[in-house]
């Protein structure tokens, strides 16, 4: 019996679908048997992240109306075995489906897989409720800025009232010179808000960006920052203890040097 | 609106009903009937205070006041006072407590995150955060027992002389009865010990809770 963990923010453009996708390509490769479900009915995204966009027949509504069998809604991964995404319908609205649905979805998938991953639309309504009916844990995502921090914390009430506690916080799009400087809220400010779990913090990358738009999560790549801080929160989810990965910037020759001599801290 | 026996009249707390003593109980009744049915649209949802001056009512007639003034004209009725020197009914809370609000006290052990809040007539006290976007409402004071980053509002009825406490005062927004104070623009300083805000020379001012000399 696996657990359903949903990933949601309150506020748009956070990152919830990438750190779906990546969380549970993580876990995938980790030997982990994973379904990334998309509840973003109308908009979604997930498919696209994934690029597997051109392998849907049928989707989340299909199934909870009875029109196909969940197996044939199902997509396999075209990289890792283990890996599947039930893709949300684009055609119709988040009042196509109900909580009670949802929640009968979760628990059938529950029995087949490790880890079935819920990507949250943003806002709170329908779509929101949907996403959270069958989840047993959650995961709010946040970025560095006093609005997200803010309808953060509304999610954590919201969650608090249909009793699904302590969500854990992974805080995205950080960066660090910014923090530095004082113009970004660091990782304390936003933990003594929000004051829950933090499990993990990913700094900002530009090769997000190139690996969304190529279809292919980030943490295939070894050198991306953001895709190796996915990999930890992944090992985080299996209960092992990885610390928080450091997040200076990598510094050139000449910094290095000044170092070394100690013109700089 | 003076027509005898019955003299309506506004104050800070709501409504007031006069009721004078020498009038039989059913001419009472007639003139609140004329007063209020026509006008229920208008007076639907007011707090209401009875005052029954001189005049001692039995307790059917009480029980008549209560009914007539919650259920058939859908005010509230918060309390009966007379000139005898005695409060009557109190407020219908869920204790039945017979307090005044100054003795009443909702402890409240979480913290009220972004659209959550509080609302009580008496003294509120938050063992935990008030954060941003979350807000407090009391008749009396407000105690937070940590941060207060939301909104309060003390002495929501009109006590001016209600107080707002926290472990670390940092409002969005600060009320004490029909005072208002906001954070100020630009640099905030933080502050780092517990602090009370309170009204003075009608005007709201925060000071250390500690006073150290």
Same mark, same amino acid.
């Given at each position: ?47 696209? /992240? ?10 989340? /509504? ?9 197996? @044939? ?16 319908? @684009? ?9 009670? @649905? ?43 800025? /006093? ?53 993990? /913090? ?25 895709? @190796? ?37 | ?213």
């Amino acid at each position: 019996m696996g657990e359903v963990i949903v990933i949601t923010s309150g506020k748009g453009g956070v990152g919830k679908t990438t750190t779906t996708a990546n969380i549970g390509t993580a876990l995938a490769l980790a030997g982990k048997k994973v379904v990334l479900v998309d509840t973003d009915i109308g908009l979604r995204n997930l498919d696209v /992240v994934m690029g597997l966009e051109n392998r849907i027949v049928y989707d989340l /509504v299909d199934v909870v109306e009875g029109i196909c069998r969940l197996k @044939q809604a199902l997509i396999r991964d075209k990289r890792i075995e283990g890996l599947y995404l039930l893709p949300a319908a @684009q055609t119709k609205d988040k009042t196509a489906v109900s909580p009670e @649905q949802m929640k009968g979805l979760c628990e059938t998938l529950k029995e087949e897989f490790d880890y079935v991953l819920v990507d949250c639309p943003a806002g709170i309504e329908q779509g929101f409720k949907n996403a959270i009916a069958g989840a047993d844990k959650a995961f709010i995502v946040t970025t560095p800025e /006093v609005a997200a921090v803010r309808d953060a914390d509304r999610i954590i009430g919201l969650l608090e009232a249909t009793e699904l506690y302590e969500p854990k916080l992974i805080i995205n799009r950080i960066r660090a010179d910014m923090v530095k400087r004082g113009d970004m809220m660091d990782i304390d400010d936003m933990i003594d808000i929000l004051a829950i779990e933090l499990l993990g /913090v990913v700094p900002e990358d530009e090769k997000i960006v190139i690996s969304t738009n190529k279809g292919e999560p980030a943490v295939y790549d070894p050198n991306s920052k953001a895709g @190796q801080a996915y990999k930890n929160i992944a090992r985080r989810i299996e209960g092992e203890e990885v610390p928080l990965m450091s997040l200076e910037v990598e510094s050139g020759f000449m910094e290095k040097l000044k170092r070394f001599f100690g013109l700089r801290k | 609106m003076k027509n005898g026996a019955v003299v309506v009249k506004g104050s800070k707390e709501g409504l007031t009903i006069l009721i004078e003593e020498k009038y039989d109980f059913s001419i009472i009744k007639k003139r609140l009937d004329e007063k209020f049915s026509s006008a229920k649209e208008f007076f639907s949802g007011a707090r209401v205070i009875v005052d029954l001056s001189k005049r001692k009512p039995n307790q059917y007639e009480e029980r008549e006041i209560k009914h007539l003034i919650n259920k058939k004209y859908g005010m509230k009725l918060v309390k009966v006072i007379n000139n005898l020197g005695e409060q009557m009914i109190e407020q219908e809370t869920d204790s039945k407590a017979s307090k005044s609000s100054s003795d009443r006290t909702l402890i409240i052990k979480r913290t009220l995150r972004s659209g959550q809040g509080a609302k009580f007539d008496g003294n509120l006290v938050i063992i935990g955060d008030v954060n941003p976007g979350a807000e407090v409402v009391a008749s009396e004071d407000i105690i937070v027992m940590g941060n207060l980053r939301g909104v309060a509002h003390a002495g929501a009825l009109g006590n001016e002389k209600a107080i707002v406490a926290a472990y670390r005062l940092l409002p969005t927004q600060l009320r004490i009865a029909d005072k208002i104070s906001r954070s100020p623009d630009g640099e905030v300083v933080l502050p780092d010990i517990p602090e009370v805000a309170r009204i003075k020379n009608g005007k709201i001012y925060i000071e250390p809770y500690i006073f150290l000399d």
